[in-house]
Nanobody, 125 residues
Framework: QVQLVESGGGSVQAGGSLRLSCVASTYTYKFNCMGWFRQVPGKEREGVAAIHIGGGSTYYADSVKDRFTISRDNAQNTVFLQMSSLKPEDTAMYYC??????????????????WGQGTQVIVSS
């Protein structure tokens, strides 16, 4: 069973930055894509960003484009999410995901079959 472990969450003031990390228990080359999702109580889990492991192409939700950057270090089996200009509405539990990306909906939950346990991000006003 694949394990994905997130880290780097915490509390930050609006306008600040955080860098999330996701370490996979296997080679990231095993997957076509890895991504980041977020969820708050009472709402659906939503896609934030995704990256094609082989080629490095990236995909972003409109709400975070130009503020967040996803990247990967395949040698370390790690995917990162650099978050800048954080807003209170970015507060959520952030989850790492990995999968096949067979449907061309790269930040849709249907593309992913492995999930981490999440790391909490709190952005205060």
């Amino acid at each position: 069973q694949v394990q994905l472990v997130e880290s780097g969450g915490g509390s930050v003031q609006a306008g600040g930055s955080l860098r999330l990390s996701c370490v996979a228990s296997t080679y990231t080359y095993k997957f076509n894509c890895m991504g980041w999702f977020r969820q708050v109580p009472g709402k659906e889990r939503e896609g934030v960003a995704a990256i094609h492991i082989g080629g490095g192409s990236t995909y972003y939700a409109d709400s975070v484009k130009d503020r967040f950057t996803i990247s990967r270090d395949n040698a370390q089996n790690t995917v990162f999410l650099q978050m800048s200009s954080l807003k209170p509405e970015d507060t959520a539990m952030y989850y790492c995901a990995a999968g096949g990306c067979y449907y061309s909906d790269f930040i849709s939950r249907r593309e992913y079959n492995y999930w981490g346990q999440g790391t909490q991000v709190i952005v205060s006003s």
